[in-house]
């Protein structure tokens, strides 16, 4: 199976700044997309941002301008830098990884446990 761990949320202010990391582990035989998704309270799970292997990336458009998503594939991890946070980016934030097991396996989606970011006014 693979793991999906997120760290780095926290409680900051408007206007401040904070980076996400999640980092995979366990039985991986490729990771081609990986990205953050996040979840408000009453409100469905949204993407928030992808990044291919080959590097291309997709952004909410809330987002765009203000995050900023890379990876290491050495350390098959990504971050996930956010800039110029607003109260309306509070939510708790999860890792996706899409990934195969196994060089015939059909590639699937993983999930973090997730991390609560909270933006205070």
């Known amino acids: 199976q693979v793991r999906l761990v997120e760290s780095g949320g926290g409680l900051v202010q408007a206007g401040g700044s904070l980076r996400l990391s999640c980092a995979a582990s366990?039985?991986?035989?490729?990771?081609?997309?990986m990205g953050w998704y996040r979840q408000a309270p009453g409100k469905q799970r949204e993407l928030v941002a992808t990044l291919t292997t080959s590097g291309v990336t997709d952004y909410a458009d809330s987002v765009k301008g203000r995050f900023t998503i890379s990876r290491d594939n050495a350390k098959n991890t990504v971050y996930l830098q956010m800039n110029s946070l607003k109260p309306e980016d509070t939510a708790v934030y999860y890792c996706y990884a899409h990934a195969k097991i196994g060089p015939l396996w059909t590639a699937q989606g993983y999930w973090g446990q997730g991390t609560q970011v909270t933006v205070s006014s």
């Open positions: 366990g039985t991986i035989f490729s990771i081609n997309t």
